[in-house]
């Protein structure tokens, strides 16, 4: 089992940057894959990116968002920069007990909570 803990959401302005954290327990990071998704109002839940023997990201995020792992915090981070209104949405961080990561939301068996990110214009 792998419990998962998404911090760090908010209220930013559009260009700004916000970090989210989550934070892992019953397997460490660097060894299985974790990823983020976010969902806004109406529409379907949407990959941002992966981590695990590689990082993939996105077009919609690519050179804006950055996935990283902390193995001594068994954390898992989603530096957000460059920030636009069309990145609000409540995001969540998923993990699967494989060495590799995927783009289907179906893949993962372990979601966080979920973390809102609002980006006022």
């Known amino acids: 089992q792998v419990q998962l803990v998404e911090s760090g959401g908010g209220l930013v302005q559009a260009g700004g940057s916000l970090r989210l954290s989550c934070a892992a327990s019953?397997?460490?990071?660097?060894?299985?894959?974790m990823a983020w998704f976010r969902q806004a109002p109406g529409k379907e839940r949407d990959f941002i990116g992966s981590i695990s023997w590689n990082t993939d990201y996105a077009d919609s995020v690519a050179g804006r968002f950055t996935i990283s792992r902390d193995a001594a915090q068994n954390t898992v981070y989603l530096q957000m920069n460059t920030l636009k209104p069309e990145d609000t949405a409540v995001y969540y961080c998923?993990?699967?007990?494989?060495?590799?990561?995927?783009?289907?939301?179906?893949?993962?068996?372990?979601w966080g909570q979920g973390t809102q990110v609002t980006v006022s214009s």
């Open positions: 019953g397997r460490t990071v660097r060894t299985i894959a």
């Open positions: 998923a993990a699967r007990e494989t060495c590799s990561g995927s783009r289907n939301p179906n893949l993962y068996s372990y």
